[in-house]
């Protein structure tokens, strides 16, 4: 009963605010809250500091966020709750595929705009997601211009024109593997890489055994997570023992876990890891 009466307080101040700067009369820039770490990364780049109300509590954990932890200590973060997200009083939200339905149901009482953006299987489509995101946020030409390095980077990545694509696997821990149908999958396609998932029998993400990797090892495995000492696979003494027949790169967690930005280092680092070959 009291979670509810605070929402309705916080609900009743925030359509008051919002009143009153609709009454001055000069427009101004949408104050954004972002409760999703990859929309975050992308406002950092297109959005002016004072435009951003909150961003998600993942970017300030050192395990998940995808910009420097310093810069998202600057920023007000929620868990994505109504009470916290209203409290802010953004004028836009902008989310991943999942919201809870009482913050929902909250910003549509309001008259809260709510953009929920999916996870993105392909450049292509990480692209058009930061498109949305800067003219949401009336900042077209700098989405385009994050747009153009990222197309720049790939390009540069790219693997030379006829060269052999190298038969590679992308292996997390605990055997966790992305397949076709991930952003992943894309990124391992475009740096001249044949991603090995589906001769596996594996499904979109799917777990591969050590066994079946060691039968039939990739030519280069790119392993995510390769320092931690207590993951039992990636530490596994057989690893090691492959590494004098295969390529065995670190490929660092960071960049599995989001779009946007994040690409430009992932394709260096692929292209870097091919190159080495």
């Known amino acids: 009963m009291r ?58 954990d050192p395990r998940a966020t995808s910009i420097p932890l310093a810069q998202a200590m600057r920023f007000t973060a ?66 385009a211009r994050l747009v153009a390095q990222i197309d720049a980077a790939v390009s540069a990545a790219a693997a030379p024109a006829g060269a052999r694509a190298e038969p590679a696997l992308i292996w997390q821990g605990g055997g966790l593997v992305p397949g076709s149908g991930t952003l992943s999958d894309d990124l391992l396609r475009v740096t001249g890489y044949r991603n090995l998932s589906a001769s596996y029998g594996l499904k979109q993400w799917d777990v591969l055994p050590l066994e079946y990797l060691v039968a039939r090892p990739p030519r280069v495995l790119l392993t995510v997570g390769a320092v931690d000492p207590d993951d039992r696979l990636l530490g596994h003494p057989v690893l090691r ?20 930005p994040t690409i430009i280092d992932a394709v260096r680092r692929l292209a870097v890891v091919r190159r080495s070959l």
Do not use: F, W
């Open 78 to 143: 929620t868990s994505g709750t109504a009470e916290e997200v209203v409290a802010l009083s953004p004028d836009l939200v902008i989310a991943g595929g999942h919201v809870a339905p009482s913050t929902i149901a909250a910003l549509k009482r309001l008259g809260i705009k709510l953009i929920q953006l999916p996870v993105p299987v392909t450049i292509a489509q990480s692209n058009a997601q930061i498109r949305t995101i800067a003219d949401a946020v009336g900042q077209h030409a700098r989405g």
């Open 3 to 60: 979670g509810t009466l605070t929402l309705a307080v916080l609900v009743a101040v925030a359509a008051a605010l919002a009143g009153a700067d609709s009454a001055g009369g000069a427009p101004r820039a949408p104050r954004i809250v972002s409760i999703n770490p990859c929309v975050d990364a992308v406002l950092m780049r297109v959005a002016d500091p004072a435009q951003i109300a909150g961003i998600s509590h993942y970017s300030q």
């Open 241 to 260: 023992q492959l590494k004098s027949r295969i390529a065995i790169r670190a490929y660092p967690a960071r960049l599995m876990q989001c779009g946007g």
